[in-house]
């Protein structure tokens, strides 16, 4: 579906003026080249090592692409263990087929997307806030304590920034110029996307908080984008619709991790309220704080990772707080609304309305 979009003739061409591009600039294309390749090299060395502990999560995820390999597991557009799509499981298997059964290659993949998220970081960055921007982005992003971490994990949630930037990043190049090939390539990401871990679901909702602000603060973008946006909505649907068709028969495994974690239809905020005799107002609002103030207050508590510090060090969450300032002053620009709705859809949904923020 993708290819039916790109103009074949013109390839040639195109790809000698991208080439013609990168040697004009080529002393930040070398960087950027160099930065990715670190952030792949400070996740993949000593996979079998570190973390020395082969989480639970992972070797479940583990087991599960065992069992494909083994034909136990032959449905790549249904759900699995504790409701995860298998599509995933079925990548997982590749590097264990190719190299053995062993913790670095069950936790290949993880290097390689974050590769994939440091370039895709980069040219979002870039093109919605300018080379330095980007360039310091890239570069804390490579060396980031919390990054490097789940990077080197084999469960789906790493791919979550991977997903995200890719569609932003390539739905806004495809409006501003008008880009079929860009568009049909954010909506064929967009309709993978559920096909990984359960945060991926917010992407769409930040693309339409997104495109609603772009469409209020600009009277025409309708009339010149709304071809555009069926087209990325149309591949989205063809790239994600064997698992929709599956949740559509078992709508119960697509909310299931929110039945389960989610404060209220677990029953977590009722429990809570009997037994500390607190309003439902008081405890949605500390578990509001603990999300807003996880990078720069609270330490993040679970097992996972347990650094015993906040998400940011002392310095780094200065810049974020004057960062997220300087955008909640700007929002009226499409590029910082769209970080505050961002930021803001990931704090409510992924943090104040589970049970762990």
């Not at 799509?85 to 059964?101: A, D, N, V, W």
Request: proline share 5%.
């Amino acid at each position: 579906v993708v290819a039916a979009f790109v103009d074949w003739p013109s390839l040639p061409s195109s790809l000698r003026r991208g080439w013609a591009g990168l040697r004009r600039h080529s002393f930040e294309a070398s960087l950027v080249g160099a930065l990715v390749v670190a952030t792949f090299l400070l996740r993949v060395i000593n996979l079998e090592g570190i973390p020395f502990v082969l989480g639970g999560d992972e070797a479940s995820m583990g087991l599960e692409a065992v069992r494909t390999m083994e034909g136990q597991l032959n449905n790549p557009f249904a759900t699995g263990w504790l409701s995860h799509p298998t599509f995933y499981f079925f990548l997982l298997s590749i590097p264990l087929r190719l190299f053995g059964r062993s913790t670095s290659a069950l936790r290949l993949l993880s290097p390689f997307c974050s590769a994939g998220i440091a370039l895709l970081l980069y040219l979002f960055a870039r093109r919605l806030y300018g080379r330095w921007i980007a360039l310091l982005a890239l570069i804390y992003f490579s060396a980031y304590h919390f990054a490097i971490h789940y990077g080197r994990l084999a469960m789906n949630n790493i791919w979550d920034p991977f997903f995200a930037l890719g569609v932003l990043y390539f739905l806004v190049r495809g409006l501003e110029e008008k880009r079929l090939g860009s568009l049909a390539i954010a909506g064929a990401l967009g309709g993978l996307c559920i096909y990984f871990y359960m945060g991926t679901r917010l992407i769409p909702f930040i693309v339409l908080a997104y495109l609603a602000h772009w469409a209020l603060s600009e009277r025409d973008f309708l009339r010149d984008h709304l071809v555009h946006l069926l087209i990325v909505g149309m591949v989205a649907v063809v790239a994600g619709l064997p698992l929709l068709v599956f949740w559509s028969r078992h709508p119960q495994d697509m909310m299931a991790r929110w039945n389960w974690l989610g404060i209220f239809p677990s029953g977590w905020v009722k429990q809570t309220q009997a037994s500390t005799g607190r309003s439902v107002f008081s405890i949605v609002f500390e578990q509001f704080l603990k999300s807003v103030l996880a990078y720069n207050y609270y330490p993040d508590p679970t097992f996972w990772y347990h650094p015993q510090i906040p998400l940011l060090q002392f310095i780094p969450s200065i810049f974020f707080v004057f960062g997220l300032t300087y955008a909640l002053w700007q929002w009226r620009k499409r590029e910082y609304f769209l970080l505050v709705a961002w930021y803001l859809l990931v704090m409510i949904f992924g943090g104040m309305l589970l049970e762990n923020p």
